[in-house]
């Protein structure tokens, strides 16, 4: 299993509903709450964002590889979930 690395801004709606989708499938099936999410800030961890290609928030990548940017849907948050329980 491979972790969630999530960029995120801690004012973007955006990702507060990205954040509320990933607890709602978590809630709804307790096998995705094995991923592990590391959740990083942008603006505080500016020098570490900049080693990742994005440019909207939120940001999803499984094993350095990018799923996701940008406005969020359940299904994007619900397949960065799957992606990571399925690779190493």
């Known amino acids: 299993m491979a972790k969630?690395?999530?960029?995120?801004?801690?004012k973007c709606p955006?990702?507060?509903?990205?954040?509320?989708?990933f607890a709602e499938l978590i809630g709804k099936?307790?096998?995705?709450?094995?991923?592990?999410i590391a959740k990083?800030?942008?603006?505080?961890?500016?020098l570490?964002?900049?080693k990742y290609d994005y440019f909207y928030v939120p940001a999803?990548?499984?094993?350095?590889?990018k799923l996701h940017e940008g406005v969020p849907t359940m299904e994007i948050v619900e397949n960065a979930l799957k992606t990571a329980l399925a690779e190493d």
């Open 4 to 10: 969630i690395v999530y960029f995120y801004l801690e």
């Open 14 to 21: 955006h990702c507060k509903n990205a954040d509320r989708m």
């Open 29 to 36: 099936n307790p096998e995705y709450a094995q991923v592990e």
């Open 40 to 46: 990083v800030e942008d603006k505080q961890n500016a």
């Open 48 to 50: 570490y964002a900049t």
């Open 60 to 65: 999803f990548y499984v094993n350095e590889r």
